[in-house]
C-alpha cells in the first residue's frame, strides 16, 4: 500500500512539473498599444498567437521568403521561421475585427525566443478607457472609403488612415469577366465593411490582356455599385510597366452578391453617372 501511495505522489508530483513548465515556457503579452519586441532565433520555427483571426501581415519585402517564412492559420496563429539574421523591422498586423498590432521583430543566430507567443488583448477594456471607441463610428461617404481602400493597395502602411469602425471581411479571389469587351481581367483582392451607413469597399485589380493601353470606362464595369473609381486613368499594355490598376467600387451588399445579380439579367443596369469633377476630385484625393 505504501508502494502505491509513493507511486502516486511521485505521479502527481511530475504531472504538475510538467503542467507548470508548459505554461512557463509560453510567453504571454498584453497588448498596451505599444510595439511588441520580438526576436526570433535563426533555424527554429516560432508560434505567434493573436486574439482572433488575422485578414493581414505587412512584412517588408527585404525580410520575406527566403530570407523569413511564414504559414498563417485560420484561427490567428503565425508560425514564423527566419533563415538569416536581420536588424529590428515594423511589422503591422490587422485581425478581422479591424484591430491593429504592431511587432517589432528581429532575428538573430545568437539570441532568440523559440518559445511560443500569446499576444492577449481586453478590448472591453479598451472600450471603457477609450471615450471615442464607445462612440458610434461616424459614417463616410464613398470617396472616404475609396481612398482608404487605395492607401492599403499602394503607399506605405504607416500613411494608412485608420476607419473607426470599417473592418476587413473575406472575399472570394476569383477572376470574372465583369469588364464588357474582356480586355480587363479583373480579381477582387479586399474587401471592407462600414457599419454607418452599411456599405461595402472593394479593392479590384485590373490586368490589361491587350498589346494596346486600355482606357478604364465605369460603364463598362458591370455589377451592382453605388459608385466605382478607377486608380489610374487608363491600364498600359500587357508586358508593359502600369499593365496592372486598381479600381475601387462601393456597394450596398457584400462583392458576392453584387455581382451574383448578373445571371439573372442580360444587361449590366449602367452605373449612376457623377460629374466628373466629382469623380476627379476623389480620385486626386486618394493617396493625401
Known sequence: MKFLTALLVL???LLSSSIF???????HVVWDKSPIQI???VGVEKRIEFPEPVVDILIPPNIADPISRTQLTPDGRLYWLATKPWEVERIRVETVSGYFYLLDVQASDKAGEPNP????HDKESDKQN??????????????????????????????IKPLPGVRRVPVEHRVIPLYRGNE??????????SPNPPLYITALKLVNLTAHSVEITPLNLRGQWLWSAPHHPSVMPRGSLGDESFYYVVSDQPYNQAIGKLSHRRAAKPLKKTHSSERDDALSGFME
Open 21 to 27: 513548465a508548459d505554461d512557463t515556457s509560453v510567453r
Open 130 to 159: 477609450d471615450p471615442e471607441k464607445t462612440a458610434e463610428p461616424e459614417g463616410y461617404d464613398y470617396v472616404d472609403l475609396s481612398r482608404y481602400a487605395a492607401q492599403h493597395m499602394h503607399g506605405p502602411a504607416r500613411l
Open 11 to 13: 505521479f502527481l508530483s
Open 184 to 193: 480587363l481581367e479583373v480579381m477582387p483582392v479586399a474587401q471592407w465593411h
Open 39 to 41: 526576436v526570433l532565433p
Open 117 to 120: 507567443l500569446i499576444i492577449e
